[in-house]
């Protein structure tokens, strides 16, 4: 698998953020790239940084936006925007490098409540 940077995915979770107003995300430390020869099915996926090698390195938390080039490049931009919600969804609001699950006490993130987002965004 080869991993290629993505800058107009980064350039679209730039506007993203600032639309959706998820002022806890800090977009200089999200990283966006576009992955080919991926066995996943998944369409995108979302990488944390574990709180090891922020310490030991001394790093800010960062994130990785991951787009699967066979499967997200193949869907119309309203469901790429819908991907990327889902994706900066998983983000606490701490920016702490760990990831929500799909399923919290407090939270859902499924396609009714990107649905929701995106009604709202409009």
């Known amino acids: 698998m080869h991993y ?11 506007v993203l953020v600032k639309d959706l107003n998820f002022a806890h ?3 200089n430390n999200i990283h966006c790239i576009r992955s080919f ?4 099915r998944a369409y995108a996926r979302i990488w944390g940084m574990a709180k090891l090698f922020q310490e030991v390195a001394g ?9 699967n080039a066979r499967m997200f ?8 925007i819908k991907t990327l919600i889902h994706e900066l969804m998983h983000i606490p609001k701490t920016f702490s490098g760990a ?6 006490r407090y939270h859902r993130i499924n ?3 990107v649905e ?4 709202n965004l409009h």
């Open 99 to 104: 990831l929500l699950p799909h399923r919290g």
């Open 59 to 67: 790093l800010e938390p960062h994130y990785i936006i991951e787009v």
């Open 73 to 80: 490049d193949k869907l119309d931009d309203r469901e790429k």
């Open 116 to 119: 929701k987002i995106l009604r």
């Open 37 to 40: 020869d991926a066995k996943t």
């Open 25 to 27: 995300i800090k977009v």
């Open 4 to 14: 290629k940077l993505a800058p107009e995915i980064k350039r679209t979770v730039r």
């Open 111 to 113: 396609d009714k409540e």
